[in-house]
């Protein structure tokens, strides 16, 4: 059974830095595609990044500069660092994985294909 858990968010000054980790339980970080997702208040949840099991990343036109995905094989952990923050990064951030297809990690895949996912760490920025 996969379990993901985030954590790192909590409230920042808009400018700073922040890193988000999810320790990754029952399979392997370098056999499945994973992904960190953000979600507004009534709004759906939104894809900012993926990262292959070989390690290819996949940012969006929107997220690619501030953003950086990352993994460490060794902690079985996945991290998202965002830089210069702003208050509308104030959103709850999940991670997600998928052990089918994990070579097909991108942008645009299907959240329906994640198949296991974090509980979500809040991140406020003021």
């Known amino acids: 059974h996969v379990q993901l858990v985030e954590s790192g968010g909590g409230s920042v000054q808009a400018g700073k830095s922040l890193r988000l980790s999810c320790a990754i339980s029952?399979?392997?970080?370098?056999?499945?595609?994973t992904g960190w997702f953000r979600q507004y208040p009534g709004q759906a949840r939104q894809t900012i990044a993926t990262?292959?099991?070989?390690?290819?990343?996949d940012y969006t036109d929107s997220t690619s500069g501030r953003f950086s995905i990352s993994k460490d094989s060794a902690k079985n952990t996945l991290y998202l660092q965002v830089n210069n923050l702003s208050p509308e990064d104030t959103a709850t951030y999940y991670c997600?994985?998928?052990?089918?297809?994990?070579?097909?990690?991108?942008?645009?895949?299907?959240?329906?294909?994640?198949?296991?996912w974090g509980q979500g760490t809040q991140v406020t920025v003021s």
């Open positions: 029952g399979d392997s970080v370098r056999r499945v595609c």
């Open positions: 990262i292959a099991s070989d390690g290819k990343t």
């Open positions: 997600a994985a998928s052990s089918r297809a994990p070579d097909y990690c991108f942008i645009s895949r299907n959240h329906g294909d994640f198949l296991y």
